[in-house]
Nanobody
Framework: QVQLVESGGGLVQAGGSLRLSCAASGSMFDHNAMGWYRQAPGKQRELVAAIFSDGYTNYADNMKGRFTISRDNAKNTVYLQMNSLKPEDTAVYYC?????????WGQGTLVTVSS
C-alpha cells in the first residue's frame, strides 16, 4: 500500500523560506515521477513542481527561480525548497506521483505566509 506523508509546513513571514519533505512507502520512487501540488483556500489544486526519475525537473511558471524540487531515492523522499515566499503561496501542499493518482493524496502540510 502506498502512503505519502508530507511535513515541514508552518508559518513564515514573506520573504522567508521553508523546506517541505514527503516520505513515501513502498517502491514507488523507483519508477515514478514525483510532484508537489498545492491548494489555496477557495482554489483548485495545482501543480507546483515535478521531478522525474532521471532528475529532470519542471516548475509552474510562478514558482520558477523560487522553488526547488529534489528527490532522494535511497530515502524514498522528495523535497521542496521554497525561498522568497509570498502571501499568495499560502496553501496546503501535497505530494503525489506525477501525474497524480487520486488514491495517493495524503493530508498535506499547511504553509502560511504572512505579509
Amino acid at each position: 500500500q502506498v502512503q505519502l506523508v508530507e511535513s515541514g509546513g508552518g508559518l513564515v513571514q514573506a520573504g522567508g523560506s521553508l523546506r517541505l519533505s514527503c516520505a513515501a512507502s513502498g517502491s514507488m520512487f523507483d519508477h515514478n515521477a514525483m510532484g508537489w501540488y498545492r491548494q489555496a483556500p477557495g482554489k483548485q489544486r495545482e501543480l507546483v513542481a515535478a521531478i522525474f526519475s532521471d532528475g529532470y525537473t519542471n516548475y509552474a511558471d510562478n514558482m520558477k527561480g523560487r522553488f526547488t524540487i529534489s528527490r532522494d531515492n535511497a530515502k524514498n523522499t522528495v523535497y521542496l525548497q521554497m525561498n522568497s515566499l509570498k502571501p499568495e503561496d499560502t496553501a496546503v501542499y501535497y505530494c503525489n506521483i506525477f501525474p497524480p493518482r487520486t488514491a495517493y493524496w495524503g493530508q498535506g502540510t499547511l504553509v502560511t505566509v504572512s505579509s
